[in-house]
């Protein structure tokens, strides 16, 4: 019997790649934390740990699209108070 697709690694890494592609699309760092999340659960896959269920590793998934989100904001995120303000028009 052949496993389900969500079983299947490179699932889970086509899935990170058209989300990469949504946040190049679309910027926010909202895809970005949920492709880093597909990317690494993809990788987990690829190494044959353990079977799981799929709730399970939904879970997985959104524990680490939620991590990734958190440490993006961290990172590239202004300061708190801060303003990003622009002087000059770059057409000039």
């Known amino acids: 019997m052949a496993e389900p697709f ?3 690694w490179w699932v889970w890494l086509a899935g990170a790649l058209v989300l990469a592609i949504l946040e190049v699309l679309l ?15 993809g990788l987990w896959l690829l190494i044959p740990v353990f079977p799981v269920s799929l ?11 939620l991590i990734a ?3 993006l904001r961290r990172v590239f995120a202004l300061k708190h108070g801060q ?10």
């Open 6 to 8: 969500w079983m299947i």
């Open 27 to 41: 910027p926010g760092f909202v895809f970005l934390g949920f492709a880093i999340g597909a990317a690494i659960t």
């Open 55 to 65: 709730p399970v590793l939904l879970l997985i998934f959104a524990a680490l699209s």
């Open 69 to 71: 989100w958190l440490v």
């Open 83 to 92: 303003v990003k303000t622009f002087d000059h028009d770059i057409n000039e």
